[in-house]
């Protein structure tokens, strides 16, 4: 079992930025076989994917149009990734969830969010205009 704990959430102004973190644990977490994603909703939509993270190798993968705002990293040692979120617009706010997956069971399907085994509480971040 995995166990994700999302923190940093909050409430924030357009054009400014917060750092959302996610610590992992459980029996069977190892940074060497999972990736983690961050991905949001809305309520009435689809969750989204926003970026993911593998935390052996340390690539990262992003959605397009969130490129170059929105920055995943992780703290291998702390077994915790982060999502740094700059230049916040009003869309932006959505609840915000940490996923993982082992990328030995679904390789590099890290846009899907049905390729996750597991999932985090998650976290409310609201910009206001």
């Known amino acids: 079992q995995v166990q994700l704990v999302e923190s940093g959430g909050g409430l924030v102004q357009a054009g400014g930025s917060l750092r959302l973190s996610c610590a992992a644990s459980?029996?069977?977490?190892?940074?060497?076989?999972?990736?983690l994603g961050w991905f949001r909703q809305t309520p009435g939509k689809e969750r989204e994917f926003v970026a993911a993270?593998?935390?052996?190798?340390?690539?990262?993968y992003y959605v397009d149009s969130m490129r170059g705002r929105f920055t995943a990293s992780r703290d291998n040692a702390r077994k915790t990734v982060y999502l740094q979120m700059n230049n916040l617009k009003p869309e932006d706010t959505a609840v915000y969830y940490c996923?993982?997956?082992?990328?030995?069971?679904?390789?590099?399907?890290?846009?899907?969010?049905?390729?996750?085994?597991?999932w985090g509480q998650g976290t409310q971040v609201t910009v206001s205009s």
């Open positions: 993270i593998t935390p052996d190798t340390g690539s990262t």
């Open positions: 459980g029996r069977t977490f190892s940074t060497y076989t999972y990736r």
């Open positions: 996923a993982a997956q082992n990328v030995l069971s679904h390789g590099s399907r890290w846009g899907e969010d049905r390729e996750y085994d597991y």
